[in-house]
Nanobody, 117 residues
Framework: QVQLVESGGGLVQPGGSLRLSCAAS????????LGWGRQAPGKQRELVAT???????DYADAVKGRFTISRDNNKNTVYLQMNNLKPEDTAVYYC???????????WGQGTQVTVSS
């Protein structure tokens, strides 16, 4: 049983930055991996970045070098720092949690990120 609450979405110009936050509650086992996925209009949901409790990370090729995922285990919160945003980053971003990277078990409600001039 996991609850995930995202925040920090909004409208930014190309080249701008945004930081997303997700407060997680649930068992330590179910929140070993915390991450972010996104879904653009008319497209399938894709994984963006994931981090485990011990600090292992995984990023989608499209965001490597621009996005940084981190977590505060004491606050049980995961963050996604998004820099040099591009129009193609526009999507609803969903927080997720699971036992391991690559296989999310739970998803949040999402927060809209729009990159446009």
């Amino acid at each position: 049983q996991v609850q995930l609450v995202e925040s920090g979405g909004g409208l930014v110009q190309p080249g701008g930055s945004l930081r997303l936050s997700c407060a997680a509650s649930g068992s330590s086992f179910s929140t070993n991996a915390l991450g972010w996925g996104r879904q653009a209009p008319g497209k399938q949901r894709e994984l963006v970045a994931t981090i485990t409790r011990n600090g292992s990370t995984d990023y989608a090729d499209a965001v490597k070098g621009r996005f940084t995922i981190s977590r505060d285990n004491n606050k049980n919160t995961v963050y996604l720092q998004m820099n040099n945003l591009k129009p193609e980053d526009t999507a609803v971003y969903y927080c997720n949690a699971g036992g391991r990277i690559g296989v999310p078990w739970f998803w949040g409600q999402g927060t809209q990120v729009t990159v446009s001039s």
